[in-house]
């Protein structure tokens, strides 16, 4: 993390990564480096990124999830000119996924109807 530019997170929220990204691993950034979240909110201690970004050592962030979400109006990270805050929801977005998952949720019926294994199945063992 001290030498890159980005950081680009895309971790599952599991007992092993919740708060993963706290002050200390934040702190270790590069600075002036840009940080980008578009895995899971709770993966990242938001008041240590936030306190980062005031104090100009991260660049700038772009967060598609948060710690609560919706995120709270209050919260600090609204007036920040060098965070973009991002809809937390492909489906909005016309084309951007919608043949896709119609194409998986056809295939996994048909393995299903067939008693065949589902393609992108959850473990609910290991969280995602």
Do not use: Q
């Amino acid at each position: 993390m001290g030498d890159a530019d980005y950081a680009v997170i895309t971790l599952p929220l599991t007992p092993e990564t919740e708060r993963l990204l706290d002050a200390e691993a934040i702190g270790a950034m590069k600075e002036g480096a840009y940080f980008v979240n578009i895995g899971r909110g709770k993966v990242v201690d938001e008041r240590a990124l936030a306190r980062a970004l005031e104090e100009g050592r991260l660049f700038g962030a772009a967060l598609d999830v948060f710690e609560r979400e919706p995120l709270p109006e209050e919260g600090p990270l609204w007036g920040m000119e060098n965070v973009i805050v991002s809809l937390h929801a492909t489906d909005v977005v016309e084309g951007a996924s919608t043949s896709c998952k119609t194409d998986l949720f056809c295939e996994n019926l048909r393995r299903y109807l067939a008693g065949e294994p589902l393609k992108n199945e959850l473990d609910k063992g290991l969280g995602y």
